[in-house]
């Protein structure tokens, strides 16, 4: 099976060939952890994908760039919890050089257009999702599926994204349908409490370093 592009692959110049359905996994991963895994692993399950990609941001502009560690530190944390065959960690985004997610999408589906993607996120990104840059373009890019995250699921599933999005949204015994289509839906599961804010906070992922990002959100 082939993966993610590694930090020494060239990418694409002319289109990759690749047909796959691929979940595409984004976060700071300050660091990576066990609620992303399951995630990846449900993802791979209950929507019939073939890979799911751990798409290690180089700055996120929604969070603060204290604390956040070295991008090699993150990546490195993202292919710790990836099996390098169907859960892959990658650098793609700071390769192509983007922040925002629907210029990542819109960069990806270039670079990959037999792939049939879709976005993976918490429902805590669902809650957000109207800070994103352009968040009704990326919705219509890509379809989305929304994992429960302690806390958060109300909020999202009220919020302003799921009530615009609202029409666009499918049940969850359709999820496999979704790839390469457009709409969204929302799988239950079990909640993992793990959070990277947690995790930095004990001390099991001390930030040597700040990044800056270099834009800033809408």
Request: glycine share 10%.
């Amino acid at each position: 099976m082939e993966t993610a592009p590694s930090s020494s692959a060239p990418l694409p110049r002319f289109g990759d060939g690749r047909r796959m359905r691929i979940g595409l996994l984004g976060g700071s991963f300050n660091p990576a952890h066990a609620g992303h895994q399951q995630i990846a692993r449900e993802a791979l399950k209950r929507l019939g994908l073939d890979q799911v990609w751990l798409l290690v941001s180089p700055g996120n502009p929604l969070k603060p760039a204290k604390g956040m560690a070295p991008f090699a530190e993150r990546l490195a944390s993202a292919e710790k919890i990836a099996d390098g065959r169907r859960i892959v960690a990658t650098d793609l985004e700071g390769r192509l050089g983007e922040r925002y997610t629907v210029r990542t999408v819109a960069a990806l589906k270039r670079l990959y257009p037999r792939a049939s993607f879709i976005w993976l996120m918490g429902a805590d990104g669902l809650a957000q999702f109207p800070r994103w840059k352009e968040w009704r373009q990326l919705a219509r890019l890509v379809p989305i599926a929304v994992f429960p995250r302690p806390g958060s699921v109300i909020p999202a599933l009220k919020g302003q994204a799921a009530q615009v999005l609202h029409a666009g949204r499918c049940p969850a015994r359709q999820g496999r349908l979704l790839p390469g289509q457009e709409g969204w839906t929302f799988l239950e599961m079990r909640e993992n409490p793990l959070s990277a804010t947690a995790l930095r906070q004990a001390g099991a992922f001390p930030a040597a370093q700040t990044l800056a990002p270099s834009d800033k959100p809408d």
